[in-house]
Each structure stands twice: as C-alpha cells, then as structure tokens.
C-alpha cells in the first residue's frame, strides 16, 4: 500500500524555522518528483517546492525562494523541507505528494499530475 507520512508542522513565531519530513512507504520514490503543497483556509492548494528523487534537481516557488529549501535522503525514501525566516502567511496544511518524474513539473506543479498525498502537517506561524 502507497503511503506517505508528513511529520514536523508546529506552531513557531515569525522569523522562526522548521523542518518538515515526508516519509514514503509501499513504493521506492527513486524515479518520482515529490512536491511540497500547501493550503491556507479559504485558500487553493498551492505547489511550494519540489525534488526529483534521482537528480535532486529542485524548484520553488517565488514566495518561498531563499527561505526553504527541500533536500531527500533516498535511503530513508524521506524528503525535507527546510524552512527559514518563516512568516505568518506560511501558515497553512502542508502536504507532501509523488508524482512520476516529469521535467514540466519544475516549472508547473499541478495537483493533478501527484496521485499520491500525505494527510498533511500543521504549521502555524504568529507571534
């Protein structure tokens, strides 16, 4: 059974870091893309980052480029998000999702290209 694990989301303060973690299990993630999205309340779901397994090659949205930076251990089959200089409109479910290795990915993460989501993560971000 394909299942991916978000874990680290929490409640920091502005200026603050986390990192979160998203851990595959039923399949090998070596020949897929594993994206970041996100969704505020009332808003859409949104690509963040991005990471093809075999390359590392990487992708970031504007809003969060210099602040995060996504890394993988294919090893552990576990991507990373590290995310620094955090402000309150980070807040938002982060949830990680596979996708088959397509080089359109890193410049148009749609939602509807990853068949498979984590549940998300928490992360809330105010003083």
């Known amino acids: 059974q394909v299942q991916l694990v978000e874990s680290g989301g929490d409640l920091v303060q502005p200026g603050g870091s986390l990192r979160l973690s998203c851990t595959a299990s039923?399949?090998?993630?070596?020949?897929?893309?594993i994206g970041w999205f996100r969704q505020a309340p009332g808003k859409e779901r949104e690509g963040v980052s991005l990471i093809g397994m075999s390359d590392g090659t990487t992708y970031y949205a504007d809003s969060v480029k210099g602040r995060f930076t996504m890394s993988r251990d294919n090893a552990k089959n576990t991507v990373y998000l590290q995310m620094n200089s955090l402000k309150p409109e980070d807040t938002a479910i982060y949830y990680c999702a596979a996708s088959p290795y397509l080089k359109r990915l890193f410049t148009n993460m749609k939602t509807t290209d990853f068949g498979s989501w984590g549940l998300g993560t928490q992360v809330t971000v105010s003083s």
């Open positions: 039923g399949f090998t993630l070596d020949y897929y893309a």
